[in-house]
């Protein structure tokens, strides 16, 4: 799937299809395959959208993050960074974690442990935030988080329940990951959300989705 050849999408575009895919991640405890679409059609078009430029480098497709925020409380900007000349974050739908810069997740986990007040928890694993969860009214208080692509339209919510997943029964922890290499915004957080990737118009497209409901149609 990828924007070189030999992928599949080159193969069959233009002749058979546009230059056009997009999937629709269930939820991978869900027991229900997902979706990859070819060409353009009523699936991929439908719906409120966020929308930002999409690059390729090598194998992969990048857009540019600008910054993560929860607005109203705090904003974090992001660099271009020195691992990718085109854009600063890796769209991946085979990485399950999110993976940012070491000092960007720093920011991200201060705030954060400011703005939610519930026991957190330091678990000595790969999770850098961690908080104990024993009611569906303390679940309520972890946010979602605004990220914001490059683009008038570049603004995505990404939903608390894919940004915090059970650790164990009484404990969640954020899906994201610290590096000092190259950024992915990995496929927990992509869970149903539509993804379409544009290879004519060169744009990457979020639209919020039940996968499950949007198969049926």
């Known amino acids: 799937m990828g924007p070189w050849p030999p992928s599949l999408i080159h ?5 058979y299809i546009s230059k056009h895919l997009s999937y629709c991640l269930n939820n991978l405890n869900g027991g229900v395959s997902s979706r990859l679409f070819l060409g353009r059609g009523k699936p991929t078009v439908t719906g409120k959208a966020s929308v930002t430029r999409l690059m390729t480098q090598d194998s992969y497709y990048a857009v540019q993050l600008n910054s993560i925020s929860i607005p109203g409380e705090f904003d974090i900007s992001l660099t271009k960074g020195p691992w990718l000349t085109a854009g600063n974050i890796i769209f991946d739908s085979g990485t ?14 201060k705030v954060l442990t400011d703005y939610i007040s519930l026991p957190r928890v330091k678990t000595g694993d790969r999770f850098k935030l961690c908080f104990i969860v024993g009611s569906t009214q303390q679940e309520e208080q972890l946010p979602g988080l605004w990220f914001s692509f ?3 339209l570049g603004n995505f919510r990404v939903r608390p329940e894919n940004l915090f997943r059970w650790f164990t029964k009484r404990m969640k922890c954020m899906v994201i990951m610290g590096t000092n290499g190259l950024q992915i915004f990995g ?9 379409g990737h544009d290879l004519e118009n060169m744009e990457l497209t979020l639209i919020e989705k039940n996968c499950t409901e949007l198969y049926k149609s």
Do not use: C, F
């Open 96 to 109: 399950a974690m999110t993976i940012l810069d070491i000092q960007v997740l720093d920011q991200l986990v």
């Open 187 to 195: 496929n927990i957080m992509q869970q149903d959300v539509l993804v």
């Open 11 to 15: 193969q069959l575009a233009p002749k």
């Open 150 to 152: 490059a683009g008038e």
